[in-house]
């Protein structure tokens, strides 16, 4: 039997795994969505093609490949079918390889009503929630409340509907405020969910499935799967910086829970992370710059949310939280992202510990929103472009110094090196 590959992210999100995914899916069979739903957003280029995906799998271009959508994910129908017709636009056939999960739970109207008016009542507390509703959707699949994929086809679905759809306005009323209060996508919740129905009805006519069942017997028949992760570990439900966090699970073991397979199938584990670190939306951020070279780095990386079009934040790169992500997650590589976004800068530095209370530690404390001091340690920079480098040796040596510093600290090989957001501009090493 074969063991599933695992993909995911390091930092808070948006460390580019959908091109990471996208480069390595012609050496696997499948590719499957794990956690996460439409907040995700993550981007493929290649040959001068640009696109965002949201809860599809980034391996959906290539049309030889199966692409999964499991038990762990959230799907909003209208925001997926917007997403299919995106890909068929494009010359795409997403409804040919696509396969869904019956136990995928749905994200209604209401849960993105819910999603505003809880974000609105947080005030200065917000979370910096995308509003698509996913707090509140697992909140409902966890009181055992919500409706699955599978749900769609029961007679008494319209019941079902109305009345959680019923109980989610209850509950923005007991938050003092009307359902007239908040739009969706600039839309009256009458307006959307017309919308929302219909997308739901064309849904049930896609490849829908017991994935749990399809997975582990593609592992009984030695196929190779790649599990993708979506968000960051940073962000994972348990280990993130709570309560700043995302709702499902990010790490490794969501791959079990949120696919249906064993622990001991888990093979390589690729850790995502950018060369530096950025965060959207609220919640601490030990190393975040405040000054003109954090605009510099957000500036160069073209930091801007994919699916919420957010300014992100960005800081030098955060090795006590690497190395605590990489140790929840059993990180096997480490692949290492945006890289050449660096290459005007004349120096580049490393967080290598915390300083809290005057006392120095590699490790996270219990919130991140303790009053931490960075400690970094510098490094030269190496001033040159490196898009076109395509061997690792061929990169400046200031360069492999940073890369072989983070592979010291981290007791990890960096296996891949992105040098621009191109498929093509990727080093492989070992």
């Known amino acids: 039997m074969n063991n599933i590959d695992v993909l995911l992210g390091l930092q808070w999100g948006d460390e580019g795994k959908g091109k990471v995914v996208d480069y390595l899916t012609p050496q696997y069979d499948i590719i499957a969505r794990f956690n996460g739903g439409p907040n995700a957003g993550h981007t493929l280029e290649f040959n001068g093609f640009k696109h965002v995906l949201r809860t599809i799998p980034s391996g959906i271009c290539h049309k030889d490949k199966i692409n999964i959508i499991g038990n762990g994910v959230l799907i909003e129908a209208n925001i997926f079918m917007d997403e299919i017709k995106g890909l068929e636009d494009k010359g795409f056939a997403p409804k040919d390889n696509l396969f869904i999960s019956r136990k995928a739970h749905l994200i209604l109207p209401t849960h993105r009503l819910m999603d505003a008016a809880n974000e609105k009542a947080k005030g200065d507390r917000k979370i910096g929630s995308t509003l698509k509703g996913i707090g509140p959707a697992y909140t409902d699949k966890i009181a055992r409340t919500g409706l699955r994929i599978g749900d769609l086809f029961a007679q008494d679905f319209q019941t079902k509907y109305e009345n959680i759809k019923n109980s989610h306005i209850r509950a923005v009323k007991s938050l003092g405020y009307s359902v007239d209060e908040f739009k969706i996508e600039d839309k009256t919740l009458e307006q959307y969910e017309k919308l929302w129905l219909d997308a739901a009805q064309q849904l049930k006519q896609l490849h829908i499935i017991d994935t749990e069942y399809y997975v582990n017997e593609a592992l009984r028949q030695g ?85 919420t079009g957010r300014k992100r934040r960005c800081g030098w790169l955060d090795m006590p939280a690497l190395k605590y992500a990489s140790m929840i997650d059993g990180v096997t590589d480490i692949m290492l992202m945006k890289i050449d976004v660096m290459d005007n800068f004349e120096t580049v530095k490393i967080c290598t510990e915390y300083e809290i209370d005057g006392n120095k530690t590699e490790k996270l404390p219990f919130s991140l929103e303790e009053k931490i001091t960075p400690v970094f340690k510098e490094y030269k920079g190496w001033m040159q472009n490196v898009k076109s480098v395509k061997r690792f040796e061929d990169l400046p040596v200031n360069m492999q110094d940073y890369i072989r510093a983070i592979e010291q600290m981290t007791q990890l090989p960096v296996t891949m090196v992105s040098v621009s957001p191109d498929r093509e501009d990727t080093i492989i090493r070992n």
Do not use: W
């Open 223 to 307: 196929k190779k799967i790649l599990a993708e992760g979506a968000q960051g570990t940073m962000l994972d439900i348990d280990f993130g910086s709570y309560p700043f966090v995302t709702s499902s699970s990010t790490v490794t073991a969501g791959v079990c829970s949120g696919l249906g397979v064993a622990p001991q199938n888990i093979g390589r584990v690729f850790g995502i992370a950018k060369a530096y670190c950025t965060r959207v939306g609220q919640g601490p951020f030990p190393t975040e710059l405040f000054d003109q070279t954090g605009d510099m780095l957000c500036e160069q990386g073209h930091e801007f949310g994919s699916v």
